[in-house]
């Protein structure tokens, strides 16, 4: 099983989010939930196209860190 970072950020329309790893794999929604369903919607088919097409299909290399400024 691969995990794969995915990054949402909330705009003034709702929500997105994308796959640094999965170039082009990215999605919205109204809602984060909404978005949350998509976003996996999104990674299914971008890495079932990437097969068909003969692709390799990346690894998860990205990580993520939360820093605070006081």
């Not at 990054?7 to 809602?31: M, Q, R």
């Not at 003969?54 to 690894?59: A, F, L, M, R």
């Amino acid at each position: 099983m691969t995990r794969y970072l995915i990054i949402y950020e909330k705009g003034a329309d709702g929500y997105s989010a994308y796959v640094p790893d999965l170039p082009g794999c990215t999605s919205a929604g109204a809602t984060k939930k909404e978005v949350e369903q998509n976003i996996v919607e999104a990674i299914r088919l971008h890495i079932e196209m990437m097969i068909e097409s003969g692709y390799p299909i990346p690894e998860a290399n990205s990580e993520s860190e939360m820093l605070v400024l006081a």
